[in-house]
Nanobody, 120 residues
Framework: QVQLVESGGGLVQPGGSLTLSCAASERIFYINALGWYRQAPGKEREWVASMTIRGTTDYPHSVEGRFTISRDNAKNTAHLQMNNLKPEDTAVYYC??????????????WGQGTQVTVSS
């Protein structure tokens, strides 16, 4: 089973930026959709970004315009660029690979997560 390892989390002030990275143990991003989720304390896991095999991206309204998902097939890495961060973005962020069905993303493999804390 593919292994996904996130990095780049940390503490950032409101309004700041952070880029998360995801390294895969094998070349999978060019043949799978990928996505990012997050989970804040006491809340359910939430989808924050996804990308189809062809590169089409999707975001929920809560992060659209602030977050950007990308991938580098040659390096087996994916990224989540996060700008204008808000305290409510504080959560553990997870990298996933998966599939699209009926225009909805379904993750099948998960990383271990990386903590993002937005606080002054």
């Amino acid at each position: 089973q593919v292994q996904l390892v996130e990095s780049g989390g940390g503490l950032v002030q409101p309004g700041g930026s952070l880029t998360l990275s995801c390294a895969a143990s094998e070349r999978i991003f060019y043949i799978n959709a990928l996505g990012w989720y997050r989970q804040a304390p006491g809340k359910e896991r939430e989808w924050v970004a996804s990308m189809t095999i062809r590169g089409t991206t999707d975001y929920p309204h809560s992060v659209e315009g602030r977050f950007t998902i990308s991938r580098d097939n040659a390096k087996n890495t994916a990224h989540l660029q996060m700008n204008n961060l808000k305290p409510e973005d504080t959560a553990v962020y997870y990298c996933t690979v998966g599939t699209y069905y009926n225009n909805r993303y379904y993750p099948t493999s998960w990383g271990q997560g990386t903590q993002v804390t937005v606080s002054s």
